[in-house]
C-alpha cells in the first residue's frame, strides 16, 4: 500500500490567499522609502560635514587672531611697565625741573561744628 505525498509548502512564496501584486507593490514602497532614506542621510552628511569644515577654518583663524592680540597685549603691557618705571618717572620730573618732595605737612582743622542739612 502507497501512502500518498503531502503537498510541499513554500514559506518563500507570496501567501496563498494574497496575490503576489500586492506583495511586490508593498516590495517597492519598501525599496523607494530605504533609497529614499539612503539619499537623504548623505545629503544630510554632506552638507554637516561642509558646516565642519568651514567652521574648522573659522576656529584656526580665530585662533590666530587671538595669538596675534595676546602678544600685542604683552607688548603694551611692557610699554605701560617702561612708562611708569622710577627711571622714566625720575628723568620726567628732572625735564620739568620739578622739585623733591621733603616733609609733609597737613592742614588742622580746629574742632568748631559744621552746619548740617
Known amino acids: 500500500m502507497k501512502t500518498p505525498m503531502t503537498p510541499v509548502i513554500n514559506s518563500y512564496g507570496p ?3 494574497a496575490p503576489a501584486q500586492a506583495r511586490s507593490l508593498n516590495l517597492k514602497y519598501l525599496n523607494f ?10 545629503i544630510f552628511y554632506l552638507v554637516n560635514i561642509s558646516s565642519l569644515t568651514v567652521l574648522g577654518f573659522v576656529i584656526r583663524d580665530l585662533k590666530s587672531e587671538s595669538a596675534f592680540l ?9 610699554e605701560v611697565n617702561r612708562v611708569r618705571s622710577y627711571q ?8 620739568l625741573n620739578m622739585v623733591a618732595v621733603g616733609e609733609v605737612e597737613y592742614l588742622v582743622v580746629p574742632a568748631t561744628a559744621v552746619a548740617r542739612k
Open 88 to 95: 622714566t618717572l625720575a628723568a620726567r620730573t628732572k625735564n
Open 15 to 17: 501567501p496563498s490567499g
Open 33 to 42: 522609502g530605504l533609497f529614499a532614506a539612503v539619499i537623504g542621510l548623505g
Open 70 to 78: 595676546a602678544s600685542e597685549k604683552l607688548a603694551k603691557e611692557e
